[in-house]
C-alpha cells in the first residue's frame, strides 16, 4: 500500500511524519510524493494558531472528491489538530477515516490495519508517555536534507502560556534518557548523518522532571546530554529548537561555548519585549532577565547569532508595549524571527481576556517589525563579506542547481559554485563576496 504524508506546523510536527513513515516503511507499506498515487493520505497537523487549522480543514475537505473517485482510500489526520478537535472534525467530514492524536501516534500501524479491515471511523484520542519511547524510527523523507536529522528529546509542555493550545494538545513535558537519545543519535551518524537538531517544545528543560522552576547554577540535565553527544565521531553539527529562556543558567551557557560541535545560534524565544505583556503571557522572564541571558551567550560565544519567536497584538498590548518589544529587537539584533499575530486559541486564558487587539493593528505591528528584522540581517550579513566560513554542504541550491548552497555554524545560508569533487555532507571552507539580507554568497577556498 502506498502512503502519502502532509506535514504542517513546527519540527516537531515533521519528526513525527518521518518517525511514521519509517515505521509503516518497516512494516511494508511505501511512502510517495503524489497525494494522487496513494492508497493511504495522512496529514499530520498543527493547532498553535487558527489559520493552520483551517488550512488543513480545507485541504483535507477537498480531498472529498478524490474519495468518490476512490472509495478504497484511507484518509487520517494525526497530531494536535486531532488531539484538539478529532471528534468534531469525524462528525463533520465523513469521509475521514481516522483521527490519531499525539499521545498514541506510535499506533498508527494497527489503526491502519482495523481500518483496511473493517471500514469504520476510527478515533485514538488518550495516551500516555509510551509515544516518547515508541517513536525512534526514521526516514529519509522526500524533501529532507540527507545529512542531517531530528531526534525529539522532551514532548509536550509544563509551562502554560496564557496564548498557548501546545500544552493542550501534546500533553505534559516528558524527557527521554540520556542513552536513549545518544544511541539514536550514534546510529543516526553511522548512518551518514553529520548534524543533528535536538527537539523539544521546551528543549532545555530536558531531564528536569517537568519542574518548570529556572534549575539552579550548576544543574543542566541537557548541557549533561549535549557533552555526550559532542563526543560521537563524524558528527560534526548539533543544534536544539526551542529552549525556553529561563533554563539558560551559567552551566548550560558555558557549555555551549565550550563544546566544537554545537552551532553557535540560538533560537531564543522573546514573545515580548514588555514586562506587563510577558507576565499577561505567564512569560517567567523580564526582559532585562531575557537581555542578560542573550549578553551572557554572546560573551561565550562572540559570534553567536540568534532567532526568535514573537507575537504581535496580543490582549491588552498598547502601542508602548509594542514599542518596547521593537525596542528589544534593535538591542538583541536578531538575524531572523517568526512575527505571528496573536490568535485566540479556545480553552487558553488570553482568548477570554477581553482587551483583544483588532485585526488591522496586528497587521502594522507584523509589517514593522519585518522591516525591522531586514535591515537588521542585512547589515549583520554585510559583516561576514571577506570572511571564511565554514559550511555544511547541502547540495544544489534551489534555485539554481548549478550553485550550491549549505549552511555556516550560525546558520547563515552560503551559495557558492562547487568544485568537481565538493560532496554532500561534508565541511568546506568558503569565502564570502557579497550578501542580501536571506543568502550569503561566496567561493570555496
Ligand atoms: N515552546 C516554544 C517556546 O516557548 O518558545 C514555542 C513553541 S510554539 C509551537 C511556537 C511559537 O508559536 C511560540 O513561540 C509563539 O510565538 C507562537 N504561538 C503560540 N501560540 C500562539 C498563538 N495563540 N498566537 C500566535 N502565536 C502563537
Ligand atoms: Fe507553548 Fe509556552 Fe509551552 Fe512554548 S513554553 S510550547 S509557548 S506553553
Known amino acids: ?239 536544539f529548537v526551542s529552549p525556553y529562556p529561563s533554563y539558560f543558567n551559567d552551566k548550560l551557557i558555558n557549555t555551549l561555548g565550550s563544546l566544537h560541535k554545537v552551532c553557535h545560534h540560538v533560537h531564543l524565544p522573546l514573545q515580548s519585549g514588555s514586562d506587563c505583556i510577558l507576565k499577561k503571557m505567564n512569560r517567567q522572564y523580564t526582559a532585562e532577565k531575557y537581555l542578560e541571558i542573550a549578553d551572557k551567550l554572546r560573551k561565550a560565544m562572540p559570534d553567536v547569532t540568534f532567532s526568535t519567536d514573537i507575537i504581535v497584538g496580543f490582549p491588552g498590548e498598547t502601542d508602548e508595549d509594542f514599542n518596547a518589544t521593537h525596542e528589544m529587537m534593535k538591542k538583541v539584533g536578531y538575524d531572523n524571527a517568526f512575527i505571528f499575530k496573536y490568535s485566540p486559541r479556545t480553552g487558553t486564558p488570553a482568548a477570554e481576556m477581553t482587551d483583544q487587539v483588532p485585526q488591522k493593528i496586528k497587521e502594522e505591528r507584523n509589517q514593522i517589525l519585518l522591516k525591522e528584522l531586514g535591515e537588521c540581517a542585512l547589515a549583520h550579513n554585510k559583516t561576514y563579506v571577506n570572511s571564511i566560513q565554514e559550511v555544511l554542504v547541502e547540495g544544489p541550491s534551489r534555485r539554481n542547481a548549478k550553485r550550491w548552497s549549505g549552511k555556516t555554524g550560525t546558520f547563515k545560508v552560503v551559495i557558492f559554485d562547487p568544485a568537481p569533487d565538493t560532496e554532500q555532507g561534508k565541511l568546506v571552507k568558503v569565502k564570502i563576496t557579497r550578501s542580501t539580507s536571506a543568502t550569503l554568497f561566496g567561493e570555496l577556498t
Open 1 to 239: 500500500m502506498k502512503v502519502f504524508i502532509k506535514t504542517y506546523g513546527c519540527q516537531m510536527n515533521e519528526r513525527d511524519s518521518e518517525a511514521i513513515a519509517g515505521m509503516l516503511a518497516e512494516q511494508g507499506y511505501s511512502i510517495v510524493e503524489q497525494e494522487n498515487a496513494a492508497d493511504i493520505l495522512i496529514f499530520n497537523t498543527c493547532s498553535v494558531r487558527e489559520q493552520a487549522e483551517r488550512k488543513a480543514v480545507g485541504k483535507v475537505g477537498i480531498m472529498k472528491k478524490l474519495k468518490k473517485k476512490k472509495p478504497a482510500l484511507i484518509i487520517g489526520i494525526m497530531g494536535c489538530m486531532a488531539q484538539n478537535i478529532g471528534d468534531k472534525l469525524l462528525r463533520d467530514m465523513p469521509h475521514l477515516d481516522f483521527v490519531i492524536g499525539t499521545g498514541q501516534l506510535h499506533k498508527l500501524p494497527e489503526v491502519l490495519n482495523s481500518i483496511s479491515e473493517d471500514r469504520k471511523q476510527l478515533s485514538l484520542l488518550g495516551g500516555g508517555g509510551e509515544v516518547l519511547t515508541s517513536m525512534g524510527t526514521h526516514h529519509q523523507m522526500p524533501d529532507a536534507k540527507k545529512y542531517q536529522a531530528y531526534i525529539a528529546v522532551t514532548r509536550g509542555c509544563n509551562r502554560f502560556c496564557s496564548y498557548c493550545i501546545v500544552p493542550q494538545v501534546r500533553g505534559r513535558e516528558i524527557s527521554r534518557e540520556i542513552d536513549d537519545v545518544v544511541s539514536e543519535a550514534r546510529e543516526l551518524v553511522a548512518g551518514g548523518v553529520r548534524e543533528i537538531m535536538l527537539l523539544g517544545q521546551n528543549v532545555a528543560a530536558f531531564g528536569l522532571g517537568g519542574d518548570t522552576r529556572p534549575p539552579p547554577d550548576g544543574v543542566s540535565p541537557f548541557a549533561c546530554l549535549l557533552v555526550e553527544l559532542n563526543k560521537i565521531e563524524e558528527l560534526y553539527r548539533i543544534r
